[in-house]
């Protein structure tokens, strides 16, 4: 098998994979409701509509460049141009039925006495007294680098419905941790 046929196999077996994974997790997804903020919401269609409106057409661009190279057995140009080509496809697909799915909540709905979904959250991990704080989010929506923690972590779960001043007990994979919650806002 020689390097092109190689490559060509590679992204064959990365597309099924791919494709596999989108499957579950559009099987998954459809099962259920996605809790999302209206700043979720408003990125997800932001995405959405860059992928329709650009990324499609810089896609068909470069299969229609590369349909001029001429045999398409043998060009590689226009398998990786294809195969990007359902990539985006099934990035579409996926976030048009996740916008069917969202339930946005609402600021007014977001409350101070308890910890939900929405709240922005101050807590202290009492092995290293740490001071961390994060917006509690849906899981489509969580972000680590900017601060938006999954209520489906294993933090978030254990910080659901929790107050101020309250402890509550986590396994991580590296043990237990106990963090108390300092405090609670929008």
């Known amino acids: 098998m020689n390097k092109g046929e190689r490559d060509c196999a590679i992204r064959r077996l990365f ?9 579950m997790m559009m099987n998954e997804k459809n099962s259920q409701e996605i809790l999302m903020t209206q700043e979720g919401l408003d990125k997800l269609k932001q995405r ?34 294809k195969s990007e080509q359902g990539f985006i496809e099934g990035e579409i697909s996926e976030l048009e039925q996740q916008t069917k799915k969202v339930r946005v909540i609402k600021e007014e709905d977001i ?19 740490l001071e961390m704080e994060y917006k509690i989010v849906g899981s489509a929506e969580a972000d680590l680098k900017n601060k938006h923690l999954s209520s489906e972590s294993p ?8 107050k101020v001043g309250e402890t509550v007990r986590v396994k991580v994979p590296s043990g237990e941790k106990q963090l108390q919650v300092i405090g609670i806002s929008r």
């Open 15 to 23: 597309f099924l994979d791919h494709e596999l994974y989108g499957e």
């Open 48 to 81: 959405l509509e860059y992928l329709k409106t650009v990324k499609r057409y810089e896609v068909a661009e470069r299969i229609k460049v590369a349909r001029e190279y001429g045999d398409l057995s043998e060009n590689s140009e226009y398998d990786e141009a």
């Open 111 to 129: 409350g101070l006495d308890s910890i939900s979904v929405g709240n922005i959250v101050c807590y202290k991990d009492l092995s290293n007294d």
């Open 155 to 162: 933090i978030g779960k254990a910080l659901l419905g929790a």
